[in-house]
């Protein structure tokens, strides 16, 4: 079902309706714009589906030229420019004139047919062919605004981004060098330490320094073993276990 109606009169905005037409089904899918031309199917009824597109539309584009209020038959009751437009007004269908070129003026209230007159107060999108594309863009933006279904259907919406398989969730501070961001991870790690100015342990077990403060990373192991850092000015005493000189005794 068309959202868009396209009113327009031959003479005045026909090749403009078409390229609005040709625009819209391009951004919103084939079939979103009526347009009594290509329409309406052979054989089929005039009045009929022109009434019956007027009432289906979301929303009708009256386009509008240089000489469009100045033509008689526009305050003839059974011009279909004027009675298509009169349709959506009595269908509560919004109408959007849209201004061709740069010498259309607004509309008046006084140029039009009293039952047409509200449409002065609309307001009006233009089409300058010398600024076609960003026009046509704009009439489209305007109408995805307007209808939430041309909305749903707009193709040059940006898609949404595809979200990446498993979450990582990082909060670093300050950080000088390289910060690396993983998801799972299996296997060993090597890790890299620049401009250390002291002790690093980053794994189980001893850990041992060979340094000028070797005083201060010295390991011993076994029985009675003895370590004196720094200057000695007395005896040292020290027994560990039992006395060994008790034992070689019994030996004997």
Request: charged letters at 25%; glycine letters at 10%; a negative charge.
């Amino acid at each position: 079902m068309p959202d868009v109606f396209v009113n327009y009169r031959t003479g005045d905005g026909d090749q403009a309706a078409a390229l609005i037409a040709r625009e819209l089904s391009h951004r919103f899918g084939e079939g979103s714009a009526f347009r009594a031309s290509e329409s309406i199917k052979v054989g089929a009824p005039f009045p009929r589906e022109l009434l019956q597109g007027v009432r289906r539309s979301a929303v009708l584009l009256a386009v509008i030229g240089p000489g469009w209020t100045r033509c008689p038959d526009l305050h003839r009751k059974d011009d279909w420019v004027h009675r298509e437009i009169a349709e959506a007004f009595h269908c509560a269908i919004p109408v959007v004139p849209v201004l061709l070129g740069r010498e259309t003026k607004r509309l008046k209230a006084t140029d039009l047919p009293e039952d047409l007159a509200q449409l002065a107060d609309v307001q009006s999108l233009r089409l300058d062919m010398q600024n076609a594309n960003a026009d046509l863009l704009r009439i489209g933006d305007e109408l995805a605004d307007l209808v939430p279904s041309l909305a749903a259907a707009d193709r040059s919406a940006p898609p949404e981004p595809e979200a990446a398989p498993g979450n990582v969730h990082n909060s670093v501070g300050e950080v000088n060098g390289t910060a690396v961001q993983t998801g799972h991870f299996s296997g060993d790690a090597g890790t890299v330490i620049k401009d250390n100015r002291g002790s690093v342990h980053t794994g189980s077990g001893n850990l041992y320094e060979n340094s000028r403060h070797y005083q201060d990373s010295q390991h011993f192991s076994g029985d009675g073993a003895t370590h004196v850092a720094g200057d000695n000015h007395g005896g040292i005493h020290h027994r560990f276990g039992e006395d060994r000189r008790k034992h070689e005794d019994d030996e004997r």
